[in-house]
């Protein structure tokens, strides 16, 4: 009997001993839920962060669209008013030079008048008359010179809204680089969260690794990642960036035999992917 008491007092306590890991364990599967639900949580919370930096990114990109428009069309102005203004000056030019010639045939005039005197009357006749054609080619004279002004100024006006559009350029693209920054910043920050989630708990590695939901998650957003940093880097090739932007009229980034044409295209379907994998 002794035997059998001692039999069964070990069975006992390997129970009580059981019972001990089992409390454990189930202490250690609460904390687990817990730190799990913290884990969602902050998901929950930086996908409404990346929404709100998403429908920021894509209005300022819509701006951008408006601004190279608006460019285009000044450009165009600026071109027709050049047209304008050349062919100004070629008549100025031939104008001047049929002037000069009349100028000389003129003085010719004055110079035999002078020399070969005749009625004191016809004289002043003439001499009025030249002087009303001298009084008249002054006043056209005045007139071509304010219409050259006028043409001059509207070119320069066009030229410095061009260079004010082209600053408006320039703070935006930095406006987008910056916010491209924040959102793979972001997208890193998430996918670290569910690496460390993983690497807490080491005896879980190969149930989380099954998880497809997981996988399905990371592969997102490593795709947004580097979609992100592609379309970055042929944003900078495209716009080329830098101190002298101020000084260069952008006629237009995008251009090819078929004429000129806008190709800014949205990072939107890996976005909708992940918008739809945590609704």
Same mark, same amino acid.
């Given at each position: 009997m002794s035997s059998l008491e001692q039999q069964i007092k070990e069975i006992e *306590?390997?129970? $009580?001993?059981?019972?001990?890991?089992?409390?454990?364990?189930?202490?250690?599967?609460?904390?687990?839920? *817990?730190?799990? @639900?913290?884990?969602?949580?902050?998901?929950?919370? @930086? @996908? #409404?962060i990346l929404l709100k930096k998403k429908k920021k990114y894509i209005l300022l990109e819509l701006k951008i669209n408006n601004l190279? %428009?608006?460019?285009? !069309?000044t450009s165009k102005n600026i071109h027709h008013v050049n047209i304008h203004i050349n062919c100004l000056? #070629?008549?100025?030019?031939?104008? !001047?030079?049929?002037? %000069?010639?009349?100028?000389? !045939? &003129?003085? *010719?005039?004055?110079? &035999?008048? #002078?020399n070969y005197k005749k009625c004191d009357n016809n004289i002043i006749l003439i001499t009025s008359i030249l002087n009303n054609f001298f009084r008249k080619k002054n006043e056209h004279n005045i007139l071509l010179k304010s219409l050259l002004d006028k043409n001059t100024n509207k070119k320069n006006k066009l030229v410095n809204n061009i260079k004010e559009?082209?600053?408006?350029?320039? *703070? $935006?693209?930095?406006n987008i680089l910056i916010l491209d920054e924040q959102i793979i910043s972001n997208l890193n920050k998430i996918k670290n969260v569910i690496y460390d989630n993983l690497n807490i708990y080491q005896e879980e590695k190969e149930k989380y690794q099954q998880n497809c939901e997981i996988n399905i998650c990371l592969n997102i957003i490593n795709k947004i990642i580097e979609k992100q940093q592609n379309d970055n880097n042929t944003f900078l090739q495209i716009y080329n960036i830098s101190d002298n932007i101020h000084n260069n009229i952008i006629t237009s980034p995008y251009k090819n035999d078929n004429g000129e044409k806008l190709q800014l295209e949205l990072n939107t379907q890996e976005f909708l992917e992940l918008e739809n994998f945590f609704s």
């Open positions: *306590n390997n129970i $009580i001993v059981k019972e001990g890991k089992i409390q454990r364990l189930l202490k250690d599967i609460e904390e687990i839920k *817990n730190k799990s @639900q913290l884990y969602y949580e902050n998901l929950i919370d @930086q @996908q #409404d190279i %428009k608006n460019n285009i !069309k000056f #070629d008549e100025l030019k031939n104008t !001047k030079c049929d002037i %000069k010639d009349k100028y000389n !045939k &003129f003085n *010719n005039i004055f110079y &035999f008048l #002078d559009i082209n600053s408006n350029i320039n *703070n $935006i693209i930095s």
